[in-house]
Nanobody, 127 residues
Framework: QVQLVESGGGLVQAGGSLRLSCAASGRTFSRYPMGWFRQAPGKEREFVGA????????YYINSVKGRFTISRDNAKNTVYLQMNSLKPEDTALYYC????????????????????WGQGTQVTVSS
């Protein structure tokens, strides 16, 4: 059983930055690709990006590419989402999730469907 706790959300003005953290319990963190998702009220959950379990390769959707950066620190059982140049359309509840252990397909949202999920942290970007 893995528990994930997101933190770092808050209210920022457009153009500002936030760094979200996702802290995981357990000894198996390094086995998992890690994904970030977001969901705004009344909208479908959206895959934001992910990082591989093995070599730190990352994937981002086009709307955040160049603005968001995902990283991980396996020694701290933590994955991060650095968000720069935030826009009002980034407003959402942000979740982290584990993918299938050792999966090479870290860039596919499907590998996170049966993983562990955190409760989310709210990001609100004002105009």
């Amino acid at each position: 059983q893995v528990q994930l706790v997101e933190s770092g959300g808050g209210l920022v003005q457009a153009g500002g930055s936030l760094r979200l953290s996702c802290a995981a319990s357990g000894r198996t963190f390094s086995r998992y690709p890690m994904g970030w998702f977001r969901q705004a009220p009344g909208k479908e959950r959206e895959f934001v990006g992910a990082i591989s379990w093995s070599d730190g390769r990352t994937y981002y959707i086009n709307s955040v590419k160049g603005r968001f950066t995902i990283s991980r620190d396996n020694a701290k059982n933590t994955v991060y989402l650095q968000m720069n140049s935030l826009k009002p359309e980034d407003t959402a509840l942000y979740y982290c999730a584990t993918g299938t252990e050792y999966s090479a397909s870290y860039y596919l949202p499907a590998v996170y469907e049966n993983g562990y999920w955190g409760q989310g942290t709210q990001v609100t970007v004002s105009s």
